[in-house]
């Protein structure tokens, strides 16, 4: 399961490379720095979070990166619930695990960014409505996994005798990680998620994983079933004023909500230290763009996965292989 995933949201061509041989170099990198999974946002367009951006389809995208890799996991971070039929979207996911051989991972949520939905011809529902779109899409999704035919007559989706051959590599299909932190999207993960995912300030994850145990006494699971994972933005820096400085402007706006990871080696691999200890089994890191390199994806990755392995105690940067570089800034 998830441990230390690597999400990239600006990977802009250059002149020496396009926009997908970028991000193939940069999640090669992660790989091979101890990265077990790496997630793509799901957007068509870019607003406010990335001015500027540019954005390759998701799952095309992960198909590519399949081929260009070995080990490490792929998913959504996470899949826009309305942009896909979600028979297809069955279909989708199943045809990822099969070229990936089995590393794919099955990542939505309800959806947030209005902008694009509406620029791209899509209704955007009320919140209410696209939880119960999600939760439909999730359990017809799962029920495809097992091959078919699949027939469901839900309010929102249907299918009637839908096969999906070849059924997926992974036994019951990719797992399935469901974002959010809501007390409805909470009860969803409880229901059918393998993997939760959140993105909230570290003093509200004890809070949030008891509303999540609660759910899961209600309907009779067992908690320890379900990977808690965090998003995380994290800027590798000397000082705060030079981890604000690269900064983007939304990850500043969002620093407080979020939690952003900054400071130098040690601030850095303590802080994530502290969301293990309070119940947090994996963290998804997101780079500024300024640091969207293979060099900095080697040093955070030699720097945090030790510490996020099982049962391997937390170390120091001097014991900590590739993590002594100086120039921080």
């Known amino acids: 399961m998830i441990r230390l995933g690597l999400n990239?949201?600006?990977?802009?061509?250059?002149?020496?490379?396009?926009?997908?041989?970028?991000?193939?170099?940069?999640?090669?990198?992660?790989?091979?720095?101890?990265?077990?999974?790496?997630?793509?946002?799901?957007?068509?367009?870019?607003d406010k979070a990335a001015p500027d951006g540019q954005w390759l389809e998701l799952y095309t995208t992960l198909a590519a990166l399949a081929a260009r890799t070995t080990s490490i996991k792929f998913g959504a971070?996470?899949?826009?619930?309305?942009f896909?039929?979600?028979a297809l979207l069955a279909k989708t996911v199943t045809s990822l695990d099969v070229i990936s051989h089995g590393r794919a991972i099955f990542g939505i949520g309800s959806g947030s960014h209005e902008g694009e939905h509406r620029a791209y011809g899509y209704d955007f529902p009320p919140p209410a409505d696209r939880l119960a779109i999600l939760e439909e899409t999730v359990a017809l999704v799962k029920a495809m996994f097992g091959g078919g035919p699949t027939t469901v007559a839900g309010k929102w989706v249907r299918t009637e005798a839908a096969l999906n051959q070849p059924p997926p590599i992974t036994p019951g299909g990719p797992p399935v990680m469901i974002g959010g932190t809501g007390r409805r999207t909470l009860r969803l993960v409880a229901r059918y998620g393998d993997i939760a995912n959140f993105a909230a300030d570290d003093k509200l994850v004890p809070e949030i994983n008891a509303v999540l145990d609660e759910?899961?006494?209600?309907?009779?699971?067992?908690?320890?079933?379900?990977?808690?994972?965090?998003?995380?933005?994290?800027?590798?820096?000397?000082?705060?004023?030079?981890?604000?400085?690269?900064?983007?402007?939304?990850?500043?706006?969002?620093?407080?909500?979020?939690?952003?990871?900054?400071?130098?080696?040690?601030?850095?691999?303590?802080?994530?230290?502290?969301?293990?200890n309070a119940g947090i089994d994996g963290l998804i890191v997101q780079l500024p763009a300024a640091h969207n390199t293979a060099d900095?994806?080697?040093?955070?990755?030699?720097?945090?996965?030790?510490?996020?392995?099982?049962?391997?105690?937390a170390v120091t940067r001097g014991e900590i292989d590739g993590a002594t570089r100086t120039d921080m800034a």
């Open 215 to 276: 759910h899961c006494a209600d309907i009779g699971r067992d908690p320890s079933t379900i990977t808690r994972t965090m998003f995380k933005p994290v800027i590798l820096a000397k000082t705060r004023q030079e981890a604000e400085a690269v900064m983007t402007p939304w990850q500043r706006e969002h620093q407080d909500l979020l939690g952003i990871v900054t400071g130098g080696p040690d601030d850095v691999a303590g802080q994530f230290r502290d969301l293990r």
């Open 296 to 313: 900095r994806i080697t040093e955070l990755g030699h720097l945090l996965s030790p510490i996020v392995a099982d049962g391997v105690p």
């Open 84 to 86: 896909r039929n979600p």
């Open 8 to 46: 990239i949201a600006d990977y802009r061509g250059d002149r020496k490379r396009n926009a997908f041989e970028r991000l193939a170099e940069l999640v090669v990198a992660g790989e091979a720095a101890g990265f077990d999974s790496f997630f793509a946002g799901d957007h068509l367009m870019s």
């Open 77 to 82: 971070l996470v899949g826009a619930v309305l």
